[in-house]
Structure formats: C-alpha cells, structure tokens
C-alpha cells in the first residue's frame, strides 16, 4: 500500500497559523487525488479538502474555506494544507487519504473514496 506521512501539527493560539505536510511513497503520486479529513473528539471524521491529480481543482468544506488552502508538489510527492485564522473548532487531529485511482464518478469530499491514509496529525488550537 502507498504510505502516507503528515507533519506540522502542533499547538497555536486562535487565529493563528499552520501549515500541515502529507509525503506519499507512491511512485504515481501524481495520479492520486488526495485529501485531508479530520476528527475532533467525539465526533465523525469530516471531509476538510480536497485536490486534483494536477492542482487544478480543489473542494473544501464550508467550515474551512476561506482559511484553509491544500496544495501539492508532484515533484515533491507532497500535498500540504496551510490552515490560517484557526479557531478552537478546528482542533482535531488532522489525516491526509490517497485516492489512487480517481475518474468522472469520483467522491472527493467522501472518506469512502480514499484508499490510503496517513496516521494522522494533532493540531490544537488554544483560545
């Protein structure tokens, strides 16, 4: 299976800023949609957002845009998500997902469409 690895998680006060890293082992990286969700406790994993195989095109949920920008790096294997102006809603810990093969019925903003998934990140914010 394609490993995922997240980083840059970590503890901020509101309003502050983070930037989260996911490097995937997949030689095809760039084939893979990729995506973050997040948990917080006691609630569901949520869909936060998602990326096009090229960067083109990106989904957020309501809740994040705005503040919250994914990119990638196929150079790099590297998707990122840059999270400004948290709030104490956001904390969760934060998990990166591989969709390796995307086509015209894909789901992005669906947990059920990721194959592959990173052990995930803690971010907290403080208020």
């Known amino acids: 299976q394609v490993q995922l690895v997240e980083s840059g998680g970590g503890l901020v006060q509101a309003g502050g800023s983070l930037r989260l890293s996911c490097r995937v082992s997949?030689?095809?990286?760039?084939?893979?949609?990729m995506g973050w969700f997040r948990q917080a406790p006691g609630k569901e994993r949520e869909f936060v957002t998602a990326?096009?195989?090229?960067?083109?095109?990106?989904y957020y949920a309501d809740s994040v845009k705005g503040r919250f920008t994914i990119s990638r790096d196929n150079a790099k294997n590297t998707v990122y998500l840059q999270m400004n102006s948290l709030k104490p809603e956001d904390t969760a810990v934060y998990y990166c997902?591989?969709?390796?093969?995307?086509?015209?019925?894909?789901?992005?903003?669906?947990?059920?469409?990721?194959?592959?998934w990173g052990q995930g990140t803690q971010v907290t914010v403080s208020s």
């Open positions: 997902a591989a969709a390796l093969r995307v086509g015209v019925r894909s789901t992005p903003r669906e947990s059920a469409a990721y194959d592959c």
């Open positions: 990326i096009s195989t090229t960067g083109l095109t990106t």
């Open positions: 997949g030689r095809t990286f760039s084939n893979y949609r």
